[in-house]
C-alpha cells in the first residue's frame, strides 16, 4: 500500500505540480521554499531593503515583515496541497487560525489594491525564475559529474 505524497506533513518539501499561464509554457515546479524565497525577493527590490528569512519567520508585527509572511502563506495555500498546519509550522510554529487570516487578509489585499495584486504576480514570475535558476544549477552540477 502507497501513502499519498500530499498526506505528508512535510515543511515545503513535497512540490506539486501545477499549470501556469504565462511566458513559459509547461509545468513549473511550485513549493513552499520556492515560494518563500521568491516572496522575500519581492518585498527587498520593492521596500529596497534586506529581509533575512529568520526575520521574515519571526513573531514580529512590523507591518512590512507581516505581508511578505501573508503573501506567502497566501500562495503556499493556493498552489501547493500543503496544510495550513504545515503552512504554520513554516512561520516559526504559527497556528492555523493565523494561515487562514493571513491568506484572507492577503486576498482582500488582492482585490481591493493593484499595488498587492501586482507584488502577488511578481512573486509567481519569481519563482518560476528561481526554479529556472535552480534546474540550471542542477543541469550545472551534472555537467560537471560527467566529465
Excluded at 78 to 98: E, I, P, Q, V
Aim: net charge positive; hydrophobic share 35%; glycine share 4%.
Amino acid at each position: 500500500m502507497s501513502i499519498s505524497p500530499y498526506v505528508y506533513p512535510g515543511i515545503g518539501t513535497l512540490p506539486v505540480r501545477l499549470q501556469i499561464e504565462g511566458k513559459r509554457k509547461g509545468m513549473v515546479l511550485y513549493n513552499a521554499d520556492n515560494i518563500f524565497r521568491a516572496a522575500v525577493r519581492v518585498f527587498e527590490i520593492c521596500n529596497k531593503e534586506k529581509y533575512s528569512a529568520d526575520l521574515v519567520k519571526s513573531k514580529t508585527r512590523k507591518r512590512e515583515i507581516v505581508e511578505i509572511r501573508q503573501c506567502a502563506m497566501y500562495l503556499i495555500q493556493s498552489h501547493t496541497k500543503m496544510s495550513l498546519n504545515a503552512t504554520g509550522a513554516m512561520f516559526s510554529g504559527r497556528d492555523h487560525s493565523t494561515v487562514i487570516h493571513g491568506v484572507r487578509t492577503w486576498q482582500d489585499l488582492i482585490d481591493t489594491s493593484k499595488k498587492h495584486y501586482e507584488i502577488t504576480e511578481s512573486v509567481r514570475n519569481m519563482v518560476e525564475q528561481i526554479v529556472q535558476e535552480d534546474e540550471a544549477r542542477v543541469r550545472q552540477k551534472q555537467m560537471l559529474n560527467n566529465n
